[in-house]
């Protein structure tokens, strides 16, 4: 598990130092920077080259096109090439995973941002292919959970495509002599944030994902591959974009607003229902076919996903009686869920549930169900809900297990267990004090959206061995714009990581100005910039804030443009401010060095 073998090989690497392909990166990207310097008129030599990062933070769709807007603008005043790493949190990795589609970006920007916002003011991605994708993870993932559904039913209505190409693809086609900044996508571990244990920050680089303060990675091409004491024992496909960017931006709002937003995108999906039946005729005539070729059945050794087990009820028939009541049950179940987040009586629903589940079974096994009469919404009901929707699908599993129904049943069972980003743990068992325990425990981990422990992704550019000098917080922050900052100075002090004091003014998180500094000794200058601010917006930040929530529908055309203006204008109205603090990372290097 050193550092000197290859990442190649599948092993973990637990070693607080860059990955050799990144270490290398940095190099040739500080030598382009070294020149853009010196067009901005900044003399200085290569070691006096500051390290700076370029922080997005959360915030949906708004965070996606304002970190847009704000590139293309840095790249107008020739700033970009200034910045050594771009790191994002949710929304701003959406930005990311489409300005990173394009080979060297930063030298064609303009033309990326044209490119970008014609397809996010496009039409949406058609049933048929989200349904299809849908089959694809389902099939072809070792862990199936609620990040999938969200990539193909929330993520491609906002980003308009299905990008399957995974980040080593996507970094491949970019040169190596540092033409692009550095990208960084961060999550959270769910548990290690829940608990307070542990190191719950976790990057996703090109050349490797792991534990940004612990300091355990694994080649990026093998993060969701299964591991034991450190090594690969069972390959999985490297995950694609369009993933990474569910797993990165899936908090948009709280959780039972989450909730109704994929109940009602169940719903959606499956109420299509002779497109449903048809799926699942197709996929039983593919089975037989299959058989009839000798690739499957008894004695082969060999049982397909989604083939109907031998002697499985006929009524499987997708055309039976069966199968339609078995459709109404789970259609009535999804409703029922709904109904219990939103207050309304659910005795209907659940009388007619359990008389279709009697009738599914001739009353020879009744329904054992957790639910009674009434339902209320409740705490008490609504937990009964949970046990209630999984007893329905246990019930359902030995009726229908042919595509898309068992997805179904599984996806209702992943929205009553909430269950997220679920992947292999590839510390499991790993033995060594630098690994805390509690991340060596379980077989699986599940990760999630950076936003719901900090807004921004501080912690990935703090490392160390990254020697960052100058960070630039872009803030699209949905509500007190200062959170952010104010939090990540309060979590490296409890965690003696360097980092400025950070005092806001009184009356200025109603209403921010559009630039702020904090400078400390011997910690990195951090520059927070709100996305809304009095100089950009006027006296009408709170109209602003309201025409861009973040849990809102995707935006028009004119939403779009218009929110790349006011954002591009955060860093045109503070060119000669960065300038200068830019100039000030260049002397601080050089006297302590």
């Keep these: 598990m050193s550092a000197s073998k290859p990442q190649e090989s599948g092993e973990v690497r637990i070693e607080p130092s860059l990955n050799k392909n990144e270490a290398e990166f940095i190099d040739g990207r500080r030598k382009s920077v070294l020149q853009n310097l010196k067009k901005l008129q900044i003399d200085c030599s290569q070691d006096e080259v500051p390290n700076i990062a370029l922080l997005g933070s959360g915030g949906g769709e708004r965070a996606m096109v304002a970190l847009l807007g704000s590139l293309v603008q840095l790249q107008k005043t020739g700033l970009l090439d200034s910045i050594l790493y771009l790191s994002g949190v949710s929304g701003s990795t959406w930005c990311m995973a489409s300005v990173y589609q394009e080979p060297n970006w930063s030298t064609k920007l303009e033309t990326v941002k044209d490119k970008i916002i014609k397809r996010l003011s496009g039409p949406k991605v058609s049933w048929k292919e989200s349904f299809a994708k849908l089959k694809k993870y389902y099939y072809e993932k070792d862990h199936f959970s609620l990040t999938d559904i969200w990539a193909v039913m929330v993520i491609t209505s906002f980003v ?96 039972v607003e989450i909730k109704k937003l994929l109940w009602q ?45 031998l002697g499985a009820p006929e009524e499987q028939d997708p055309n039976s009686p069966a199968t339609d009541e078995c459709y109404q049950v789970l259609m009535q179940l999804v409703d029922m869920n709904l109904s219990t987040l939103t207050g309304e009586d659910t005795s209907a629903l659940d009388e007619s549930i359990r008389t279709s589940l009697n009738d599914l079974t001739k009353g020879q096994n009744p329904p054992m169900l957790l639910m009674g009469p009434g339902c209320a919404a409740d705490e008490a009901d609504k937990t009964n809900m949970k046990g ?144 809304f601010n009095m100089v950009n917006c006027g006296d009408k930040i709170e109209a602003w804030r309201k025409k861009y929530t973040t849990f809102q529908g995707p935006y028009n055309a004119e939403m779009i443009t218009d929110l790349v203006e006011v954002a591009g204008k955060n860093i045109i109205n503070n060119k000669d401010s960065l300038l200068e603090e830019i100039r000030a990372a260049v002397g601080q290097k050089g006297s302590r060095r």
């Excluded at 996508?185 to 050349?207: M, Q, S």
């Excluded at 070729?293 to 004695?299: C, E, L, S, W």
């Excluded at 050794?301 to 083939?307: R, S």
């Design 160 to 255: 308009k495509e299905i990008d399957e190409h995974t980040l080593t693809e996507q970094w491949s086609q970019h040169s190596k002599d540092g033409k692009v900044p550095f990208p960084i996508y961060t999550v959270i571990d769910k548990k290690c944030k829940h608990h307070n244990i542990g190191d719950p920050w976790f990057e996703i680089t090109p050349h490797e994902a792991g534990y940004s303060l612990t300091g355990a990675f694994v080649d990026a091409s093998n993060f969701g591959s299964k591991f034991h004491k450190g090594s690969k024992k069972n390959q999985q496909d490297e995950f694609d974009m369009l993933y990474l960017q569910a797993l990165c931006g899936s908090a948009l709002a709280d959780e």
């Design 265 to 309: 995108n169940i719903k959606d999906l499956f109420q299509q229902k002779e497109t449903v039946l048809e799926e699942m005729g197709k996929e039983q005539d593919g089975m037989r076919l299959q058989a009839l070729a000798g690739g499957f059945g008894p004695g082969s050794g060999e049982d397909l996903p989604g083939l109907l087990k």
């Design 388 to 531: 209630y929707s999984l007893n329905v699908c246990n019930k359902l599993s030995g009726w229908i297990q042919l595509w898309p129904f068992d997805a179904w049943t599984s996806i209702i069972k992943c929205m009553n267990q909430w269950t997220w980003g679920r992947n292999h743990n590839f510390l499991h068992n790993v033995k060594g004090e630098a690994v805390p325990s509690t991340l060596q425990e379980t077989e699986t981990r599940d990760y999630e959206d950076a936003g719901l422990l900090l807004n921004s992704p501080y912690f990935s550019v703090l490392r160390k061995e990254r020697d960052i000098d100058l960070i630039i917080s872009l803030d699209f922050s949905e509500g007190d714009p200062f959170l952010t900052v104010k939090e990540a100075a309060k979590t490296c002090k409890e965690l003696n990581i360097p980092f400025p004091e950070v005092n806001i003014p009184q009356g200025h998180s109603e209403v921010p100005m559009d630039f702020y500094l904090f400078k400390g000794q011997n910690t990195p200058t951090v520059i927070h910039i709100p996305l």
